[in-house]
């Protein structure tokens, strides 16, 4: 474990290979400018994420964790500093980095197929014919296990079955980068640990860079190959980085009697009780 | 279960009607100028005979005075949809717009549509137009606010998806915001096709001609009171399909 002051005395300017910088957070801060008041919700938040890489944010309630992906995603600026995602500075939402909400955000008047098929017209449509990007659409249901129920409406099947269709959502849309927003918080604990063995697998799969926000520590660590923790806002920031050198691919019952993991957990849990709010 | 809880409702409903032909009846035999509940059916029975007879311009069968105010009421209905919907739209989506008409519609709106036949007469220069106009502007309101307040209250999650898909205006539009504002625009058509019947009545008792207004009024004129009250009944059954029409409708397009 280190500090974040470690990674502020990085230079920018230094020559690491493109891959292992693919994602980066340099200096970025947020003010939310009310009618009223102010807030600072980041301050001086710098992060690197190598291609391919896991990365967990985790914090708690009202820490900024969501705002540092909804920056990534590009559905908010910063007010400092800058965010670069693969040499170009992102400046709004773009393909290829796609959003799992926290909310699944499915549109309630279309079918699973449809709502995976307006993303997937959306990002081929121009190149692709119909019966291709239907395929898409149909693969990415399937990664998901969800073939069976392509067809009926969100409003008609369970909570798990409507995250997994806002996951190949955002699959069939082939990015780079995965963004996930506290994607399992709502669901039964069974259901996710099934989502999370999923998105494992996709990950290992398909190899997009991911960065997932939650509050769950054993999400963190089973699912993120570096853990990163944010102190409480107003001007929160990373206050510490864990590396989770477990190998992959991971097997929750295994990591159960891992001492390792065991030894991750702690030290997110001990973090997170030195951060405890007073409210 | 079911088959005895639907037939208790009807009993309680048949009931409903007993006591109020009851009361009518009392009322009818305390004034005898007021036709009672007999009188009045059988004189329905002999007007629905020939519903659509014509005898010139001021006597016309039953069924052409309802069809003449539906039609009426469907001309000017649909006309305020056409352009209420999409100004509602509009509203919805740029607060300068919705600045910009607030004070005109704030002070509008409260105006009894038949404030408004006189300038319709004066512009039209003829009776049904006017009504027609009349119509159009009672029907206004409720279609532009509703829809508006949909465009506005639609969950922000919503937009985000569009967002980070990138859609385009067309696609949001017909994808997210139509659907999503649909049951909201179908509030105000509801609303605004119940206050159209309300007023169509008044507009055409005011104008002539022909209607059920004009129907109303021209029996009046006769002193049949027992045309009078089926007028009133007919209205009545009239809205009532309307608005279970409108419902239906309602009900197809909501996706919650």
């Known amino acids: ?279 | 279960m079911d088959r005895v809880l639907l037939a208790r409702r009807a009993l309680a409903m048949g009931l409903g009607v007993l006591l109020f032909c009851g009361i009518w009846a009392a009322l009818a035999a305390v004034r005898a100028d007021l036709p009672g509940p007999l009188t009045t059916w059988h004189s329905a029975l002999e007007l629905f005979a020939h519903p659509f007879y014509d005898n010139g311009p001021n006597d016309k069968g039953i069924g052409w005075n309802i069809l003449h105010s539906l039609q009426r009421v469907g001309l000017g209905f649909g006309l305020a949809a056409l352009i209420g919907i999409p100004l509602g739209f509009i509203l919805g989506r740029s607060p300068f717009i919705a600045d910009l008409a607030a004070p005109i519609i704030s002070v509008l709106r409260p105006v009894s549509p038949l404030a408004w036949l006189p300038i319709g007469l004066l512009v039209f220069q003829k009776a049904s137009p006017a009504s027609i106009w009349v119509i159009f502007i009672s029907s206004l309101w409720p279609m532009v606010l509703n829809t508006a307040d949909g465009v506005r209250q639609m969950p922000q999650e919503y937009l985000n998806v569009a967002r980070v898909l990138q859609l385009s205006e067309w696609k949001v539009f017909t994808r997210i915001l139509f659907p999503a504002v649909l049951p909201s625009v179908l509030t105000g058509v509801r609303l605004s096709i119940g206050v159209a019947w309300l007023v169509i009545v008044a507009a055409e008792m005011l104008t002539g001609g022909t209607g059920l207004g004009f129907w109303v009024w021209d029996e009046w004129n006769n002193l049949n009171v027992a045309h009078i009250l089926i007028a009133i009944i007919i209205v009545g059954l009239v809205g009532l399909a309307i608005e279970q029409l409108a419902l239906l409708a309602a009900r197809r397009f909501d996706y919650r």
């Open chain 1, 1 to 279: 474990m280190f500090d974040a002051s470690d990674s502020l005395l990085m230079n920018p300017q230094s020559s690491a290979p493109a891959d292992a910088r693919f994602v980066r957070i340099e200096q970025v801060g947020l003010t939310f400018q009310t009618r009223k008041a102010r807030f600072e919700a980041l301050r001086e938040v710098n992060l690197d994420i190598a291609r391919g890489e896991a990365v967990a944010v985790i914090g708690h309630s009202g820490c900024g964790k969501s705002t540092l992906l909804n920056l990534l995603a590009g559905l908010l600026m910063p007010t400092t500093g800058g965010v670069i995602c693969g040499n170009k500075e992102v400046a709004g939402p773009g393909p290829e980095r796609a959003v799992v909400f926290q909310s699944h955000s499915l549109l309630p008047w279309l079918s699973c197929f449809d709502n995976v098929y307006l993303a997937v017209e959306k990002v081929f449509g121009a190149q692709e014919k119909r019966a291709q990007l239907r395929a898409r659409t149909e693969q990415a249901l399937n990664r998901v296990g969800l073939s069976h129920a392509m067809h009926k409406r969100p409003g008609e099947i369970s909570g798990g079955m409507k995250q997994r269709v806002g996951i190949a959502r955002a699959l069939a849309m082939e990015p780079k980068v995965l963004l996930m927003d506290e994607p399992f918080g709502a669901l039964d604990a069974l259901t996710r640990a099934a989502l999370q063995d999923v998105t494992m697998q996709l990950h290992a799969q398909l190899g997009m860079t991911l960065m997932i926000i939650t509050h769950d520590v054993d999400e963190a660590v089973l699912l993120a190959d570096r853990v990163v923790m944010m102190s409480n806002g107003p001007a929160a920031t990373i206050a510490q980085i864990l590396d989770v050198d477990l190998p992959r691919p991971r097997d929750r019952l295994a990591l159960a009697e891992d001492p390792r993991y065991h030894h991750c957990r702690a030290q997110i849990l001990r973090f997170l009780q030195g951060h405890a709010q007073h409210d």
